[in-house]
């Protein structure tokens, strides 16, 4: 078992990680942090609130209530590709976005 984890980079991938880590190893009092430079700015990837999000904020015991209402959220369920064909009736396309639930009920 590590003493100590340091993340190299912030962002949404270093700050989910390092949350995992901290609710993995909580017991063991591990030592988590996040090294992000002061100078590279948001980057804007598109990140969304797909059901895979609300999995992640299960295993690190976040609550739906605690910071959707705060950043005026919702789960993002599905993609809209406008203008996807040239075939007349068929110019959009949704992509669905399942959840583990959804597997089992198909």
């Known amino acids: 078992m590590p003493k100590r984890i340091v993340i190299l980079g912030?962002?949404?991938?270093?700050?989910?990680?390092?949350?995992?880590?901290v609710k993995h190893w909580s017991?063991?009092?591990v030592a988590v942090s996040v090294v992000e430079s002061p100078?590279?700015?948001?980057?804007?990837?598109?990140?969304?609130s797909?059901?895979?999000l609300e999995r992640f904020f299960k295993l690190i015991?976040?609550?739906?209530?605690?910071?959707?209402p705060r950043c005026n959220?919702?789960?993002?369920?599905?993609?809209?590709?406008?203008g996807w064909s040239p075939v007349s009736g068929i110019e959009d396309y949704s992509?669905?976005?399942?959840?583990?639930?959804?597997?089992?009920?198909e």
């Open 39 to 48: 100078d590279i700015g948001i980057i804007g990837v598109g990140e969304g």
């Open 50 to 52: 797909t059901p895979f």
């Open 95 to 105: 992509h669905p976005f399942l959840s583990q639930p959804d597997h089992f009920t």
């Open 27 to 29: 017991a063991e009092q």
């Open 73 to 82: 959220a919702t789960y993002k369920l599905s993609i809209r590709f406008a």
């Open 61 to 68: 015991d976040v609550q739906d209530a605690e910071w959707m």
């Open 10 to 21: 912030g962002g949404t991938a270093g700050w989910m990680a390092a949350n995992l880590f």
